[in-house]
């Protein structure tokens, strides 16, 4: 089924803990970190809260913006690890950044396909009161991953992004949304366990499914890939990226890639990735681009979205 909303993405705010790891110095070697792609990992310390890296992020960019706390009408947060079982962290936001008391605030369960998810219910929510919203995604997975188990930990690095959305009249937000409730057992985590990964389902999942499903929504958008400005994919891991880029035939310039400064940072790894390459090349015209993430439920969805030369993008370390 597809999907639209009128909606805009105004900029991208990436944060991430600034102690960080190498792979290298926990004794993998450079054939499987070349081949994974993943050596640098950012990792939150003991003390770190999600609210407040995630209030911390939200005030730049609003800033950046010049968003005022009270224009804001939504506040959805796309995470695993909160920092309480209750209340969500979207409510500490709410309180950290004065939002208005009927700004509707709340958290959503999901990982690596949580962008695509995120941006859906925050445009959708805006499209009735013709507003503003933040949408804030990424984990701390370090909280979650076993550090003896060679096939997550070395993979996971802790991150958020927050993105600034606001209703568009003359902006049209695509997505096709997807999920197979039977592949749960393949990436799971019990209430006060860590994180279990069945690490070649997910690669025949990602291969045998995310090509065809953008293939798929690109020919009922009726589009081309030569129209396409960047294609985002979840940074799962450059094997991952490369097989689906190869089944597709699509040019891999257009494919951004952050897997070696950053890692897999979850429902993050699409804006971390948007912001970082627009932080480096900014917009001269307008762009089309496409979000794809992928992961736990099994879920998976992909989004069409037109940026201007007004986005703004930025990475902080904290």
Sequence with gaps: MMHQCNARIAGVQSIFPK???LNEDLGYDKTWIDRVGINVRHLARPTDRLD???SIACHQLCDKLSWASTEIDVCVVVTQTPDLRLPGVALHIQEKLGLRSDAVCFDLNLGCSGYPYGLYVVSSLLEKVKGKGLLI???FSSRIVDSSDSSTSPIFSDGLAVSAIEFDANNIMRFSLNSDGKGSPTIHCTAHGKLTMDGMSIFSFALSTIPKHIQDFMRRLDMKHSEIDGVFLH???QMISEG??????????LFPSTLSKYGNTSSASIPITLSDHYTSSPIQKENWVLFTGFGVGLSWGSVLVKLDSSFVANTMFR
């Design 235 to 237: 940074q799962a891991n």
């Design 52 to 54: 407040d890296l995630a």
């Design 19 to 21: 102690d960080s790891i």
């Design 137 to 139: 995604t990424g984990d």
């Design 244 to 253: 689906i880029i190869r089944r597709i035939g699509w040019p891999s310039s």
